[in-house]
Nanobody, 123 residues
Framework: QVQLVESGGGLVQAGGSLRLSCAAS????????MGWFRQAPGKERDLVAA????????YYADSIKGRFSISRDNAKNTVYLQMNSLKPEDTAVYYC????????????????WGQGTQVTVSS
């Protein structure tokens, strides 16, 4: 088992920045791709960013390209999501997830999930 714990969410004004962190514990972090999903009220949970285990491959949703950046520190078993130029439409619960590969980083196939952290962007 891998336990994922997110932190760093909060309330920020439009144009501001936040950095989310996801700390993994339990079974080794090794080999897992990591990603961030988000879910706004009444909407599906969508993948916004993902990184392969060594960080050589990344994925970004079109809606956040150029504003968000995913990174990981395998020595600390932690993955980050730097969010800049935040918009009110970025408001959502953000979930960290682990999967065997970016290709399987989906709502149905991700292996582990965090509990989520709320991000609210005010206009």
């Amino acid at each position: 088992q891998v336990q994922l714990v997110e932190s760093g969410g909060g309330l920020v004004q439009a144009g501001g920045s936040l950095r989310l962190s996801c700390a993994a514990s339990g079974r080794t972090f090794s080999g897992y791709a990591m990603g961030w999903f988000r879910q706004a009220p009444g909407k599906e949970r969508d993948l916004v960013a993902a990184t392969s285990y060594r960080g050589l491959s990344t994925y970004y949703a079109d809606s956040i390209k150029g504003r968000f950046s995913i990174s990981r520190d395998n020595a600390k078993n932690t993955v980050y999501l730097q969010m800049n130029s935040l918009k009110p439409e970025d408001t959502a619960v953000y979930y960290c997830a682990a999967a065997r590969a970016i290709a399987t980083m989906t709502r149905d196939r991700s292996d582990y999930w965090g509990q989520g952290t709320q991000v609210t962007v005010s206009s």
